[in-house]
């Protein structure tokens, strides 16, 4: 942005305080001080979701490359790609789902920005936004979690390659569990940057 484009003489009150990351992103300021064990522990975890969703994603393109050459090349389709490619997809969007609230990459609006800079008013606006978040995907955790009980204890297997349909409810419940992990560690640093004045610059 330059001061041209913006039609301002400072850029000082147009550009708007940082939001807290629940994923350290800089592990010596003062809002994730004490929590070095925890993020050691947390960067397995994230490793853990990069290599499921590189893992998914190559996999779901080689099978749909698989899917287009048998079916128009040798005209000998397999159906259990029908049933895979899903199953991955879900992966891929439920892991991905998780990943994107560890980086804080959902989308979201800026519009108090423009009414205030007050750094307490919008700490305590994102915190009420994030304790929102909370309660919104525990209500779909709670949810997913009773359908993957439900397909688990009919002991449901996919029609095809006779799978066990918990592969597929579980990405619902690994996703949402994720997020809940990552909300509640956000909610604990936007309360911690509120009462103490330290983050959130």
């Known amino acids: 942005m330059t001061k041209d484009l913006l039609h301002t003489d400072s850029l000082d009150n147009v550009l708007t305080p940082e939001p807290i990351m629940p994923a350290g992103s800089d592990p010596s300021a003062p ?4 929590l070095s064990g ?3 522990i947390e960067d397995r975890v994230a490793l853990l979701m990069r290599v499921v969703l590189f893992s998914a994603m190559i996999s779901l393109g ?3 490359a698989a899917q287009v050459f048998m079916r128009y090349v040798i005209s000998s389709p397999f159906l259990g790609i029908e049933e895979l490619a899903p199953m991955l997809a879900l992966w891929i969007y439920f892991i991905g789902m998780a990943y994107c609230t560890r980086e804080r990459d959902h989308i979201e609006g800026g519009v108090l920005t423009l009414l205030t800079q007050n750094r307490k008013t919008l700490l305590a606006v994102r915190l009420f936004g994030t304790l929102c978040c909370l309660m919104t995907v525990a209500v779909f955790a709670w ?3 009773d359908f993957a009980a439900y397909n688990l204890s009919l002991n449901r297997k996919s029609t ?4 066990p349909k918990w592969i597929w409810d579980f990405s619902m419940v690994s996703g949402f569990a994720l997020m809940i992990l990552y909300l509640i560690l956000q909610v604990f640093l936007e309360a911690r940057a509120l009462i103490t004045g330290k983050g959130g610059d």
């Not at 095809?160 to 799978?163: D, E, S, T």
């Open 38 to 40: 925890f993020y050691a």
């Open 160 to 163: 095809y390659m006779r799978l």
């Open 62 to 64: 080689l099978l749909m």
């Open 143 to 145: 949810f997913a979690w």
């Open 31 to 34: 809002v994730y001080r004490g």
